[in-house]
């Protein structure tokens, strides 16, 4: 693991952390297992067939389908860095994670959530161009523009939030390592420590506000100008077809933004509602969009549908042949 669990004056404190789950539905939790392990199952494979169809068809060697490749191995990142831990807990009861698991956890959840919300901004930039600047559409979205944009997402959330779990890794813990969510997320494990943690709130707040709101302000922008484009189209459906290439993207983001707002309302509220619902809707946040993302872009995308058939079918051409 990344992070170990000492303090700024050396002494080890806490070396593991409980994650209580949902203690509202102890009863019935095992019956919330199925859902959760369905989504998970279905995230799985939807993403890697998605992977596997984007490099075995070459004319899905584009940027824009480059952009979903990577949506797809954050969304594997995303599933995988909270999933199985969380199905153990109601499976199993296995509550406990050692302290740089937890560290660790913090730092792959808001990486990638960071990503993601990276990924949603270039790609709303590519939609832009495609509908407000067709005829210089190949210029400017080139392979080489694919590499500098992954390259500054990619230094820009795994430098800026590497603070993070250092930060929480330096607090004094004392006793308190009961965590109130099903996975470590940074403000729940470091509100435990017996210390001021100001610093370390106040860091997440400040990355997470300038990330996600950037990202969602320049993506606004970017269909405030894509609205007006369409609607100066004088063809009949020429606007509805420009817009029907917007569709999958737009319906991803606005339950990815959306869930965010509602983690935030129920955070500032979590004195007023049971703990298990802002648990859930974490929850749901990591593990829906995994499963949502590649079904639909898979189903309303029809070359990705057409390369999905083209590698099933020869697949099947060669499992024939053995």
Not at 196 to 210: G, H, K, P
Request: charge should be positive.
């Amino acid at each position: 693991m990344f992070f170990s669990n000492t303090s700024s004056s050396g002494s080890t404190e806490v070396s593991e952390f409980i994650l209580v789950g949902f203690p509202g539905i102890q009863s019935w939790q095992h019956w919330l297992s199925i859902p959760l392990a369905l989504l998970f199952f279905i995230a799985l494979m939807a993403n890697i067939t998605l992977l596997i169809t984007f490099y075995a068809d070459p004319n899905l060697h584009e940027p824009m389908y480059y952009f979903l490749a990577m949506l797809a191995l954050v969304d594997l990142g995303l599933c995988n860095s909270v999933t199985p831990k969380l199905l153990g807990i109601l499976w199993f009861g296995a509550k406990t994670i050692s302290s740089s698991a937890c560290f660790t956890q913090i730092y792959f959840i808001h990486c990638l959530l960071g990503v993601e919300s990276g990924v949603f901004l270039v790609m709303a930039y590519d939609r832009y161009v495609a509908i407000c600047n067709p005829l210089r559409y190949l210029y400017i979205i080139t392979n080489s523009f694919v590499v500098k944009a992954t390259a500054f997402i990619l230094i820009r959330n795994t430098v800026l939030v590497l603070p993070l779990p250092f930060l929480a890794a330096r607090l004094h813990y004392c006793s308190r390592n009961t965590i109130k969510y099903s996975f470590c997320a940074n403000l729940a494990v470091v509100s435990l420590a017996c210390e001021d943690f100001t610093i370390s709130s106040a860091y997440q707040l400040t990355v997470a506000w300038s990330f996600l709101s950037g990202d969602l302000a320049l993506i606004i922008i970017s269909y405030c100008f894509i609205f007006r484009a369409v609607l100066k189209l004088q063809a009949e459906g020429a606007a509805m077809k420009a817009l029907s290439t917007c569709s999958s993207h737009l319906t991803l983001i606005l339950f990815f933004y959306t869930v965010l707002v509602v983690l935030v309302i129920t955070h500032k509220n979590a004195h007023k509602i049971p703990s298990d619902i802002p648990n859930m809707a974490n929850v749901l946040h990591l593990i829906v969009p995994p499963s949502l993302n590649p079904i639909v872009y898979g189903v309303r995308t029809k070359e990705i549908k057409h390369g999905i058939q083209k590698v099933f079918v020869k697949s099947r051409r060669l499992s024939s042949e053995t």
